[in-house]
């Protein structure tokens, strides 16, 4: 007998499989390695001794951490795809795909037609890990959250990219009171649409299709949830699923020459050194003595705010909350602003529960001795705690954090807060906030990052990172986001790298992250002054005054910092008594929550219904105030929802003797006018795709072939598909590398994405070539080439019609085009006027055309309408305010708009630029600068909300309420 080992040593865990000669399993083992790749296979070698000795033993190694152990023993190695390959021909004789899923790697194979194989490259999002990092941020294990999910009634949008923008989705949701059955069922409906837009892209997955890897294996929420989607009408949970690429690796190993005794394999392996050494830059330790960490300790401690007995104390108090992305802090304040009570926790995916928890502490220790004269409330809970407990404030974090940075440094100019999950930085500028910095969606560069890794390494988070304060070699581990880097920390280990130099090189990306990413300068001011639970981490701090080679302050309280804002502002706005829930009402306090969707417009949010005792209720989730039973609309003028509107009446047009599609993305937004009329000229109807949806993007995400676009333009495969179930023979779509010349740039193109996409759409849908899909190339400057090129391309369809008439219909579509825009000016000056009647900001939110798309701006405008603002397009101000310079290549029409609004912003006391851009839009990546530029110059703040798949607007509210309170202090 000679046994046929196989080792799968993954992204997280280490599977062995032995084989017998028919191929039967008889060991097999699954294990989490937490990093330690070598030490975990030498212990499973060990615990098959008594399977393994006296017996030959052919091995192969694969998987994506086995590579090394593979090089260093001079083991045998195969490819994981191979291997599964091999396993699945060896076993099955009729799979048509394989899905995979393992803690960091996804992969879909095709078998059928060739073989086709589709691997994620450096992202995480969609795997184990993903659900593990997910699991953990709802507090629960990842067998709850799988039985969970199937008791879910709705399904939110979660993004799974990679886990730190689902963070910025859940957080919200579990912070309002979401009921987490339908977390746990979004979470894994994120999974599988990552597999199908992140891996699929484009080819479908059909026929018998075969489940592996430990997450489709163990969850079985997961696999029905796929099979569901996928309407999958055969698919299999292989037996040994969970170890099926260790099987074929063992299957592999068959073919070696090479055999083992059991002394062999554990002596090999035990005694193999790394051969993958690199010679890399040599990084300065934390602190070379203990002295010198004392020092630092002593000048940091000197930053400090009195703390008082409370049991000591009577009379009155303020309470500040900071219910955070993460965790919930309460201070109470004296008179004399010294603190007598803290509390700093997680939130344990329930602030309302933690709130009510310490109140009640509260109450019943010092009720008798102290009375809340005020209170007030910061964070992304804000809402929902002033509505559950009756605080008296609400006010935007940026203040809260701005107020307790003042009394510790007067001449304070730059605050970095970094905390769980959010970034936020803002200058000082003659006591009022130049400028604001806040991370997107992004928490690479935050206390979520080091947390990650501190549990996959088996540490809680403050022992991980005193690891790395006496480091003598801190891993060079570069910028990267959490999932990029999982790849850089193993090549780190592998290179001889301990857990002390790993936590230290984790603590200095951090400070990279947050440095070059999110505020992208090292030069932050001559006093700053740090705050946030993350800066509490020493040896992040430590790598901070490193990379800026100066010294910041540091309080005692920095990670309450915000909650002590708040108490402070609560102090100073205090009233004769406060509204705050009193001991009696707080015993018999309740708090249910529900799902729902609302159906009083064409959004559909999902809403979450919070139920509190005495039939107060807080609902969140809605985009507008309609739920809330608020019929009677901000009066104030809000361009974008006119433009919206106005755009959409060319929904009801007439035509006798055709029928033609048109899918409502893009240019289209900008060019419809001219062609619904156009064609209604001609006698044709025009039928439109539907208001864009979430469901619409899913029901086109099939045929995505890059998951790197922007949204809008993925948004189009939806469109199409809807077009297509509408039983559209006809569908026009042209292909506009100009736009309009405005005379505002130096050229008129489109964007190549949106000048080209009809040519992805028509290369990656399938169903497109069951119709007539006509996407001529036209110029819309000239009349004589485009109407040749439209009668060209339209006569065998259409074979009514003339040259003549086609140029005629061209004709008036242009003109039809030229009106439009002018109204859409003209209701810019009325609403910049309104505003300067009722002393109003207005707010320019600069975007695309197609950013009046509701599901491509989430509603944002909404928001800053409800916040009594009004709001403008960039394309509705007049044209006569061409910067004098402009220090980049300006040869696009919609960017060069932007430039126009900027000067225009510029030019104005009362008004503000806030720029919209999509994840994936290349052009924006140098257009944000020079907006930035001309703005800054003029002494305006430049604000910017990134927008993509993900639609929580809590960052997004957090920036413009900062915005507005910057400029309420500065006037």
């Given amino acids: 007998m000679i046994y046929k080992l196989g080792i799968d040593a993954g992204s997280t865990t280490v599977k062995l499989v032995i084989l017998d000669d028919s191929n039967n399993v008889i060991y097999k083992s699954y294990r989490r390695h937490l990093t330690k790749v070598k030490e975990t296979i030498i212990e499973e070698i060990e615990n098959v001794k008594n399977i393994l000795e006296g017996y030959k033993v052919k091995v192969a190694i694969t998987g994506s951490s086995g590579y090394g152990v593979s090089i260093d023993s001079s083991i045998s190695f195969v490819q994981e795809v191979f291997a599964t390959t091999i396993g699945v021909k060896k076993l099955f004789n009729d799979i048509d795909v394989v899905i995979e899923l393992g803690g960091e790697d996804a992969k879909i194979i095709y078998l059928t037609n060739g073989l086709e194989e589709r691997m994620n490259s450096s992202c995480a999002g969609g795997t184990g890990a993903f659900i593990d990092q997910m699991a953990s941020l709802m507090g629960i ?388 002054i740090v705050q946030g639970g993350t800066l509490c981490n020493d040896a992040i701090l430590r790598s901070l005054e490193k990379e800026l080679n100066q010294n910041v302050i540091r309080s005692n309280i920095s990670g309450l910092m915000g909650a002590y804002g708040a108490a402070i502002y609560a102090k100073k706005n205090k009233k004769n008594e406060s509204q705050i829930i009193d001991l009696n009402n707080l015993k018999t306090f309740t708090h249910k929550s529900r799902a729902s969707k609302c159906g009083l417009c064409t959004n559909n949010c999902n809403l979450t219904i919070n139920q509190f005792s005495g039939e107060k209720k807080f609902i969140s989730g809605n985009r507008c105030s309609r739920p809330l039973g608020r019929n009677n609309k901000n009066s104030n003028p809000d361009l974008y929802e006119y433009k919206y509107n106005k755009i959409m009446e060319y929904e009801n047009n007439h035509g006798e003797k055709g029928v033609i599609g048109i899918p409502m993305v893009l240019n289209m937004y900008e060019n419809l006018p001219v062609f619904v009329t156009f064609f209604n000229e001609l006698g044709i109807k025009v039928v439109l795709s539907d208001h864009s949806t979430k469901g619409l993007y899913l029901k086109g995400q099939h045929t995505i072939p890059s998951d790197t676009a922007c949204y809008p333009a993925k948004i189009s495969h939806g469109h199409i598909e809807n077009l297509l179930d509408k039983g559209v023979k006809n569908i026009f779509y042209p292909c506009m590398t100009f736009n309009f010349d405005e005379g505002i740039s130096d050229n008129n193109f489109n964007c190549p994405v949106v000048a080209y996409y009809p040519e992805v759409l028509k290369n990656n849908i399938a169903l497109l070539k069951n119709v007539n899909f006509l996407y001529p190339y036209l110029d819309l400057n000239s009349i004589k080439s485009t109407s040749a090129n439209l009668y060209n391309s339209l006569k065998s369809t259409f074979t009514w019609i003339t040259k003549k008439e086609v140029r005629n219909a061209l004709v008036k579509g242009i003109n039809e085009y030229k009106n439009f825009k002018e109204d859409i000016i003209l209701k810019g000056k009325e609403a910049i006027e309104y505003a300067k009647q009722n002393d109003l900001l207005t707010i320019v939110l600069a975007g695309r055309p197609y950013h009046i798309d509701k599901e491509i701006n989430h509603g944002i405008n909404k928001m800053m309408n409800s916040l009594n603002l009004v709001i403008i397009t960039e394309d509705s101000i007049p044209y006569n305010y061409k910067p004098s310079e402009i220090k980049v290549l300006n040869q696009w029409t919609y960017q060069a708009r932007l430039f126009n609004a900027a000067e225009y912003v510029s030019t104005n006391t009362d008004m503000q630029l806030v720029q919209l851009v999509s994840f994936g839009c290349g052009t924006d990546a140098i257009t944000a600068d020079e907006v930035r530029r001309i703005l800054e110059e003029k002494g305006k703040i430049y604000t910017q909300l990134k927008i993509d798949e993900t639609n929580n607007l809590g960052a997004a509210k957090i920036r413009i309420r900062s915005m507005v309170e910057a400029i309420k202090k500065g006037n």
């Fill in 141 to 528: 294990s990842v067998e709850e959250l799988d039985r969970l999910s199937f008791q879910h009634k709705n399904i939110y949008p979660i993004a799974s990219r990679c886990g730190v923008f689902a963070k910025s989705d859940i957080q919200p949701l579990l912070n309002q009171g979401a009921n987490k059955a339908d977390i746990a069922a979004s979470i894994y409906e994120a999974v599988i649409n990552q597999t199908i837009g992140g891996l699929a892209q484009g080819r479908m997955i059909e026929g018998k299709v075969l489940f592996l890897g430990g997450p489709l294996h163990f969850y079985k929420g997961l696999r029905e949830m796929f099979s569901k989607k996928l309407n999958l009408s055969q698919n299999i949970d292989a037996k040994d699923a969970e170890v099926f690429v260790a099987k074929g690796a063992a299957i592999f190993s068959n073919n070696e020459k090479v055999t083992y005794t059991y002394e062999e394999l554990i002596n090999k392996i035990t005694n193999c050194n790394s051969k993958s050494r690199e010679v890399k830059k040599e990084i300065p330790p934390l602190f070379t003595t203990e002295e010198e960490y004392i020092s630092f300790l002593d000048r940091h401690n000197k930053a400090k705010v009195t703390i008082k007995n409370i049991e000591d104390y009577k009379g009155n108090v303020y309470l500040g909350i900071d219910a955070g992305s993460t965790t919930t802090k309460l201070v109470l304040i004296d008179d004399e602003l010294q603190i007598l009570h803290q509390y700093y926790g997680h939130n344990e995916g329930n602030p309302v529960e933690v709130v009510k928890r310490e109140l009640l502490d509260i109450y019943n220790k010092y009720g008798e001795n102290i009375k809340i004269k005020s209170s007030a409330v910061t964070g992304y809970g804000e809402e929902l705690l002033k509505k559950a407990f009756g605080v008296d404030y609400g006010i935007v974090e940026t203040l809260a954090h701005f107020i307790a940075a003042k009394k510790f440094n007067p001449n304070v100019d730059f605050i970095l807060d970094i905390g769980g999950q959010d970034i936020k930085c803002f200058e000082i500028e003659n006591d009022s906030i130049k400028s604001i910095i806040l991370n997107e969606a992004c928490s690479s560069g935050c206390g979520s990052f080091i947390e990650t890794f501190a549990k996959a390494m088996g540490y809680d988070v403050e022992t991980f990172s005193k690891l790395g304060l006496y480091s003598k070699h801190p891993a060079d581990l570069g910028s990267r986001c959490t999932v990029f880097m999982n790849s850089s920390v193993k090549q780190a280990q592998r290179d001889g790298a301990s857990i002390n130099d790993v936590s230290a090189g984790l603590s200095i990306s951090v400070v990279k992250n947050a440095l070059y990413k999110v505020i992208r300068k090292n030069n932050l001011g001559k006093n700053i």
